[in-house]
């Protein structure tokens, strides 16, 4: 009866819609049906019933790496633009108290580490999930971030979009869930979303052709091809830490200092080969996997997670061998040995449900000012024990192994959250370990940029003598004047441990003139407990050196949160 | 007085180091380096260190983008190379935890560590000084370290003569508290209190080096330093001390300006202030008249030959307010250690142990170290260095001594020293690579191989048995005393020796160039030959230095 694009346009409309909305819809069409005019004063008259005032709306983002911030602050502008009157907050900054008084409510979120939320989200999420269903009057629609070759693909944007569903509140529109390329599904989502709500567009009309969908390409993200010019362990003999320090080039690669270098590492051929041959499947038949199909072989050394499965895959495995199996993490290889596939068949069937290897993200350590088409890393080689047996790493193994001329392909993934300020801002760089790597970037492009502003850099590792990562570029830039100080921390080199945290306290008052005097400070390197102990560490300061109590230093540190001058990459 | 109109950069360093102090403190909170700046670099010697860096990992770690790898070395003021076993065993627990570990007996009859790093060497200063021990001014343009006949069986008044190096010690240290403050925390005084009459505040133009020898044994090479006191012994009775000026062995490549000298006696002296008055005028005499231009000359030996002993002498008299009588006799019979068991005249027994290159350490197949510190640990033996890089196990009562035979046994040490070869024994290599910056081919590393590779050319011609004083540095600043062997080896470039033959067997004659610039098989070759020779050509007796001599191979 409808013509095939507009029974698409239905049915999509009707299958993302939620029981409310279906309710909703329902009503709505009885109603043009009953007064037999058009759609367009059909749709006018029904929204000026409901809400004649202006659509005030409040969108808000949870963030880690600026995305979610950067889009949620252009969506607010199109909102603008179109006469809703918007408010603009990041979730860490928005007060759960009033959200009782909100009527539209979009939640721009990414995701981060194994599906979770971003930081700066979870306080939000906490919240809501302590309190009572009854946020009948709130309408919401969630926008979600990700990137799809992780294994959990925006979860976080679906357990928000589920958790205020559960809570009582109202989806006025379908979640977006959108990859790394989101520009275009995000804003086409969006001009869904408002027009559904004001009375000024024709929703129906604008549904129907929703022409983003179809017509706009997926673009993916731009993929480098990097040839390794050197690779050298910094680490000098005798240490108990392996850090290379490894330069790619890329031509043609663009990016800022404090963004990362992302890489999809490949499995090892051993370790593909152990797969085969216990699956007892044929290495070269084509196998479909989320939609694109290539050999197994293929398949398995670059697509798949076969190392140190999550218990959620292990437990799929015991459904498909029918057979019981702990919920731990454990390798395929193992479970294959302990809990064999019947035949080659079932092995497919495990095929489907092992996930993406996910994308491995190193803090890039050059700037493009200082070396055009290239790259730098700073890789920690990642040691454990297994069984008494000393295991590696998959992505930090295989970059560590990486020999000069190899090449490999990694990915851009900027981080518009840590970026340097004008030149003439000083700034305080804290970065243990691998830590160091954005700030040799800075450091680099502040040299490059002959910027005015200070620099001072704490630096800790374990012993001076084998673990002083850029030893010789750090004093190189201290006796040019780009450093203005540099303090070291080396734990293990003395009874007492002494790390970055105890430097800052020792210079506490000439961090808090820093600081009172403008300066930006970044944080990088180990989420738990460097950071936690920083920030400590850095309220203490502000109390004593300020003369202020445990709470106004925390205001303080806030403060400095929401300009933008304490900003932090860890992990 | 002296011509000394470019002072070198030293001088400037020293008269402004505030007596000593320099920027050390500065330099030790630097966290970006392990170095010290370069100003400290020259005083911090006066505090017994020297900074060096391993320079066999210069490259690799530049790769790394590491500094170099910096660390320091510790020398021990030990007057006379004494220690008593709780001192040994306060040295063995600092050496392994804040130095490399290996115990390095020098040519002085002292003992270095090495890679200390920066952060360490206040607590290594600090645990020596609880024992008792201090680096005061065995570095730097100062009196070094006293060198003294170590053998107590020598003669029933070695402890007399042993004395005399700790009380010139003590009289020519310097007397600022640079030391005390800097390293052990002790509070500062006023700086202006500190005035040192003997070394104001320029200190000496360079090093300066006293030795004593006991008669028949050179074991200390008394002509080689720059102040030698020969003591003469009539009747068992100490009378005092023949006085020789001017040694000094140091040279430099390329440089003609530069040689080694023996020491002059210039005479006699008898009562201990007077022995005292004279050492003390020497080196002030050294101070005013020393060059202070061009470190390269400024040794004393230098002095000397400018004005000429006589005029030397007679201004140190001037000074003292009395005469020098003329030398005594004394004759040389000796420089080799009593390697074994030895009994002095009050029936304590002495072992004399085979430390090659001086290096105390632990291997699989010798585990000297620990052997060391379970002796010194029962208390019952003092340890005693010797200026050819042994250790002596001393004092021993009779009744204690086959205890320490035991350990000794148990590790091999006893079966080490007696089987060592007389060619192995009579040899001394400098430290050279991998710390020493000065050294331009392996010193102590590679002798040891080397000796392997003449062992058997020795023994073709029959000549194992024969005592051969052999010594090899890895430049020309001769820290084996290179040029008081009968074959001396002096480092040119990596694996390139000049060849010295021709000094004697008790170190009163240097020697002189023979071939240079020889690789190892080279060195083979000439050595095959020249034993051959010497085999046949020989007087009956005489030693091999001789032989080169007469037979003027030199
Ligand atoms: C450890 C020792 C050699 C050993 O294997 O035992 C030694 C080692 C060094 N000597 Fe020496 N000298 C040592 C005995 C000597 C001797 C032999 C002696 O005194 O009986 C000499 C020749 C005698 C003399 O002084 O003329 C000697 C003449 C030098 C010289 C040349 C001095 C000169 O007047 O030309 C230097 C270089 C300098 O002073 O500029 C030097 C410098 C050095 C330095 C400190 C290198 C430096 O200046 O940076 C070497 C440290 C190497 C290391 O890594 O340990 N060393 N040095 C000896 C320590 C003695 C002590 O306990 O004080
Ligand atoms: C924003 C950001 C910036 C970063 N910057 C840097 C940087 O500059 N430098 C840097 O080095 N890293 C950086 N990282 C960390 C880096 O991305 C990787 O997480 C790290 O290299 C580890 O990855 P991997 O593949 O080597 O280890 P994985 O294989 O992922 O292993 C990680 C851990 O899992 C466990 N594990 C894995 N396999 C097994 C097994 N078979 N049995 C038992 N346990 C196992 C171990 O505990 C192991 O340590 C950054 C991360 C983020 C998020
Ligand atoms: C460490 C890390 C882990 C991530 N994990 C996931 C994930 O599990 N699932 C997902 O869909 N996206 C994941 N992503 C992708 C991000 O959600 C995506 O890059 C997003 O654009 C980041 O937005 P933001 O800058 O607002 O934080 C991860 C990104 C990073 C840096
Ligand atoms: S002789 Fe030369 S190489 Fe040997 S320790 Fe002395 S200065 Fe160094």
């Known amino acids: ?571 | 007085m002296s011509d000394n109109k470019n002072l070198s950069a030293v001088e400037g360093i020293k008269q402004k180091s505030k007596g000593l102090r320099g920027t050390i403190q500065e330099s030790l909170r630097n966290e970006i380096t392990g170095s010290i700046s370069e100003d400290d670099q020259s005083l911090i010697k006066f505090h017994g260190m020297y900074q060096q860096d391993d320079r066999d990992r210069r490259d690799e770690r530049a790769a790394k983008k590491l500094d170099r790898l910096y660390s320091f070395m510790i020398r021990l003021r030990l007057p006379g190379g004494f220690l008593t076993p709780e001192q040994w065993v306060a040295l063995h627990h600092i050496a392994g935890d804040y130095s490399t570990g290996v115990i390095k007996i020098t040519t002085r009859q002292t003992v270095q560590l090495h890679g200390l790093i920066k952060s360490k060497i206040k607590p290594t200063i600090q645990a020596f000084n609880s024992a008792q021990l201090d680096s005061i001014a065995t570095c730097g343009d100062v009196n070094r370290n006293v060198a003294c006949a170590s053998h107590p069986k020598q003669s029933p008044v070695h402890e007399q003569v042993f004395a005399y190096a700790d009380k010139i010690s003590t009289l020519l240290k310097p007397k600022t508290r640079a030391y005390y403050e800097i390293w052990l925390d002790e509070e500062k005084i006023s700086e202006r209190s500190e005035e040192d009459p003997l070394y104001q505040d320029r200190y000496l133009p360079r090093k300066f080096k006293i030795g004593i020898a006991i008669p028949p044994n050179n074991d200390s090479d008394v002509f080689t330093n720059d102040l030698g006191l020969i003591a003469i012994i009539e009747d068992g009775v100490l009378q005092g001390f023949n006085i020789a000026i001017g040694g000094g062995l140091g040279t430099t490549h390329g440089n003609q300006d530069t040689y080694p000298r023996l020491g002059t006696v210039i005479g006699f002296t008898d009562t201990e202030e007077k022995v005292l008055k004279m050492v003390y005028e020497v080196l002030t005499v050294q101070r005013d008249y020393g060059n202070r231009s061009d470190r390269k000359l400024s040794r004393l030996k230098y002095t000397v030959d400018k004005y000429g002993a006589d005029w030397f002498r007679a201004e140190v008299e001037k000074r003292t307010g009395f005469k020098l009588e003329a030398p005594k006799p004394y004759t040389f019979t000796q420089r080799e250690d009593y390697y074994g068991w030895e009994e002095n005249h009050e029936g304590l027994w002495y072992y004399t142990l085979f430390v090659e290159n001086g290096r105390v350490l632990d291997t699989d197949d010798l585990p000297m170290k620990q052997a060391l510190l379970d002796i010194a640990q029962t208390g019952k033996a003092n340890f005693r260095f010797t200026s050819n890089q042994n250790l002596i196990l001393s004092d021993i009562k009779k009744k204690d001594k086959k205890k320490i035979q035991e350990i000794l046994d148990r590790a091999g040490l006893i079966r080490h020293t007696e089987t060592a070869s007389r060619i192995r024994k009579n040899a001394m290599a400098c430290v050279a690579l991998n710390t020493c910056p000065l050294a331009l081919a392996e010193g102590q590393r590679y002798l040891p191989d080397l000796i392997s590779r003449i062992e058997p050319i020795l023994e073709k011609h029959g000549l194992s048995d024969e005592q051969i004083i052999t010594r090899m540095t890895g430049c020309p600043n001769g820290c084996a005393r290179p040029y008081a062997a009968e074959i001396g080896f002096i480092g040119t470039a990596y694996g390139r020796y000049n060849l010295y033959l021709g000094g004697d067997r008790y170190g009163e004659r240097l020697n002189k160039l023979y071939k240079e610039s020889l690789d190892e098989p080279a060195i083979l070759g000439e050595l095959d030959t020249l034993f051959g020779e010497f085999k046949h050509g020989r007087h009956a007796g005489e030693p091999f230095g001789d032989f080169a001599v007469r037979k003027n191979w030199i």
């Open chain 1, 1 to 571: 009866m409808l013509a095939t694009v507009k029974q698409n346009a239905f049915q999509e409309l009707v299958s993302g819609a939620s029981h409310e909305e279906l309710v909703w819809m329902n009503g709505f069409l009885a109603g043009v049906l009953s007064v037999g005019g058009s759609l367009q004063s059909a749709a006018g008259s029904v929204a000026l019933a409901t809400d004649p005032a202006p659509v005030k709306l409040t969108i808000v983002y949870g963030t880690e790496t600026g995305n979610a911030k950067g889009l949620a602050t252009r969506l607010a502008a199109v909102a603008k633009q179109q006469g809703v009157r918007v408010k603009l907050a990041g979730l860490d900054q928005y007060r759960t108290a009033d959200l009782v008084k909100e009527s539209y409510f979009v939640v721009v979120v990414s995701t981060q580490g194994d599906g979770d939320l971003p930081v700066t989200a979870v306080k939000f999420y906490e919240y809501l999930k302590q309190q009572q269903p009854g946020f009948s009057h709130l309408q919401f629609a969630v926008l979600a971030l990700g990137d799809s070759s992780y294994p959990l693909f925006c979860k976080a944007g679906e357990d928000i979009d589920s958790l205020l569903e559960e809570k009582g509140a109202r989806r006025f529109f379908r979640i977006q869930k959108c990859d790394t390329d989101y520009e275009n599904d995000a804003t086409t989502w969006f001009r869904e979303a408002l027009s559904s709500l004001t009375q000024t567009s024709d929703r129906a009309a604008l549904v129907a052709s929703s022409p983003a969908q179809t017509v706009v390409q997926k673009t993916g993200r731009k993929i480098y091809q990097g040839t390794v010019l050197s690779s050298v362990n910094l680490n000098d003999q005798g240490s108990a830490k392996e850090t290379y320090h490894i330069e790619i080039s890329a031509e043609g690669v663009v990016y800022e200092p404090g963004d990362a270098l992302g890489v999809v590492p490949e499995n090892p051929q051993h370790l593909v080969l152990e797969v085969l041959s216990l699956s007892g499947a044929d290495p070269e038949k084509r196998i479909s996997y989320k939609g694109a199909e290539s050999t197994l072989l293929h398949l398995l050394k670059t697509k798949l997670n076969l190392v140190y499965l999550p218990e959620r895959v292990v437990r799929k495995y015991a459904e498909v061998v029918q057979q019981d199996i702990p919920e731990t993490r454990i390798g395929l290889v193992d479970l294959l040995k302990i809990y064999p596939v019947k035949d080659a068949a079932q092995f497919e069937r495990i095929v489907e449900i092992l996930e993406p290897v996910a994308p491995r993200l190193y803090s890039i350590s050059s700037a493009l000012s200082a070396n055009e088409d290239e790259v730098h890393i700073t890789v920690a080689k990642d040691r454990f024990e297994v069984n008494g047996e000393t295991g590696y790493g998959l992505c930090s193994g295989f970059l560590s192994s990486l020999s000069e001329s190899s090449a490999f392909s990694f990915y851009i993934h900027p981080n518009r959250q840590f970026r340097l300020p004008a030149p003439e801002q000083d700034v305080i760089m804290i970065g243990p370990g691998t830590g160091i790597a954005p700030f040799r970037s800075f450091l680099a492009e502040r040299d490059a940029q002959m910027a005015s502003g200070r620099n001072w850099l704490f630096f800790g590792d374990q012993h001076f003598v084998t673990d002083f990562l850029y030893q010789t570029e750090l004093q190189n830039w201290f006796e040019t004047g780009v450093l203005t100080r540099i303090n070291t921390a080396f734990s293990r080199d003395q009874e007492e441990k002494v790390y970055v945290q105890h430097k800052m306290l020792a210079q506490a008052a000439e961090l808090y003139s820093w600081l009172e005097t403008g300066a930006y400070l970044y944080v990088c390197g180990a989420k738990e407990p460097m950071s936690i102990d920083v920030e400590n560490t850095l309220l203490r300061i502000v109390s004593e050196q300020g003369g202020k109590t445990e709470d106004q230093a925390a205001e303080y540190i806030e403060w400095l949160k929401q300009s933008s001058r304490y900003l932090k990459d860890v992990y």
